[in-house]
């Protein structure tokens, strides 16, 4: 620990869900508590005891993760059963986090994402009353995923309210950080954050991605997939991030014995999936859960090809971060969405994939055909090439650091240790 960390304000961090948890805005907020830790900051984390997505699992109530004081509070996540349920663990976890951060001596800056949605709102409140200043992380957009997945209606008291809430915690931070050049437009259109909007895409994982060999991968021998042509999906399944098109067109590949396609992760689209292999009686398509971050590595290079989706109306509103993972363990990509995204955007940059249309199941199914006549190496090197853009521009190296430089700059920390890398400009 830096000698100087005991002269340093204390960063206050608030999210839900936290490492060892696999949720992704979890695992990213965990990368920066611990790269603000070993700048020699005293940051503080608090996050919920309980899984996100797997409420049974418990985490410890206290410990100390690579310098960071993780504090882990009770009833604050009773899983993703309903709407009822989650709203409760929320409420809980943001009145907890509201008292904490009334209270709490010398703090220097709150940093906070979405998990939970609404925690910003206690966050704003706290700049209002302390006068400490905040950041925000925006992984997502609401009310917008709200609206575009008809949830809501655009004129209900529901989402005026949220995007009132929404402004107010815009119009407090003292920097917002958005994933995407679509996302940053959605927030411009909402009032002038001039000097403090900036983009900063999310990094992959690359300390736990090592990609063992094929032949020995233990996750391909685990699960029955040596000599098979592997498809993958690994993430949230969502109806934001619909899969229908995909799951169809696996149907025309029931009789192919080299073929699998493999849906890991959780979420409310894995009925969806579920559904579709009882449906055509598929034999050719596993379905697992989330796999624990020690075996992603294994997990993720199982995969021939990365799958990737991302809805039409989601544009600016989410963004699917499993194409860095698989751009990281060098697999091609097969991306199913809109153009343009922040997804076409790479695929134009880099010839690393293919790209289909929603509800074009013929187009999908012609496209895998096409796919799983690609020579292996042709595949490789798409792989490859995945794999050195990633590392020269969007590695978790470069993207951490340059996100820490910001986070300081917006919370007024006195520099310990600085990244010295390419500068990247607000928008």
Request: glycine share 8%.
């Amino acid at each position: 620990m830096n000698a100087s960390v005991g002269n340093q304000k204390l960063l206050l961090i608030f999210s839900q869900t936290f490492a060892p948890d696999p949720a992704s805005v979890g695992q990213h907020m965990t990368d920066v508590a611990v790269a603000m830790a070993k700048r020699g900051y005293r940051v503080r984390v608090y996050a919920s005891a309980r899984g996100y997505e797997d409420a049974s699992r418990c985490y410890p109530r206290r410990e100390n993760m690579r310098g960071a004081d993780v504090r882990r509070l009770a009833w604050c996540s009773f899983g993703k059963r309903n709407l009822f349920i989650r709203m409760v663990g929320t409420a809980s976890f943001l009145i907890q986090c509201f008292w904490i951060g009334l209270f709490t001596p010398g703090v220097g800056g709150f940093f906070f994402s979405t998990s939970p949605p609404m925690i910003g709102f206690a966050a704003a409140w706290l700049h209002k009353l302390r006068g400490v200043p905040i950041a925000y992380w925006a992984m997502d957009l609401n009310p917008d995923q709200l609206i575009a997945m008809g949830k809501i209606q655009e004129k209900s008291f529901r989402a005026r309210l949220l995007e009132r809430v929404n402004r107010l915690i815009l119009r407090n931070s003292a920097m917002i950080f958005t994933l995407d050049r679509f996302m940053a437009e959605r927030l411009k259109a909402r009032g002038d954050f001039a000097g403090k909007l900036t983009v900063d895409p999310p990094w992959p994982h690359e300390e736990v991605l090592a990609a063992p060999e094929p032949k020995n991968n233990p996750f391909r021998v685990e699960h029955g997939l040596q000599d098979k042509f592997v498809f993958m999906y690994s993430g949230n399944h969502s109806p934001a991030n619909p899969l229908r098109t995909i799951l169809e067109a696996a149907a025309h590949f029931r009789n192919d014995p080299d073929v699998r396609f493999v849906f890991v992760g959780g979420g409310l689209g894995k009925k969806e999936v579920d559904e579709t292999i009882r449906r055509h009686n598929l034999t050719n398509v596993l379905t697992l859960p989330y796999q624990p971050l020690e075996k992603l590595g294994a997990s993720l290079s199982a995969a021939d090809v990365h799958i990737v989706s991302l809805g039409d109306p989601m544009v600016g509103i989410i963004h699917p971060c499993k194409i860095y993972g698989a751009m990281a363990v060098g697999r091609a990509i097969l991306f199913l969405g809109p153009s343009p995204s922040h997804i076409s955007d790479l695929l134009d940059r880099y010839p690393i994939g293919w790209h289909i249309a929603h509800g074009d199941i013929a187009g999908a199914t012609t496209i895998l055909f096409q796919i799983r006549r690609t020579p292996p190496t042709q595949l490789a090197a798409m792989g490859a090439l995945a794999r050195e853009a990633l590392r020269k521009n969007i590695s978790q190296d470069i993207l951490c650091g340059r996100f820490c430089d910001k986070l300081e700059q917006a919370l007024n920390f006195k520099p310990v240790r600085s990244y010295d890398g390419p500068a990247v400009g607000k928008v």
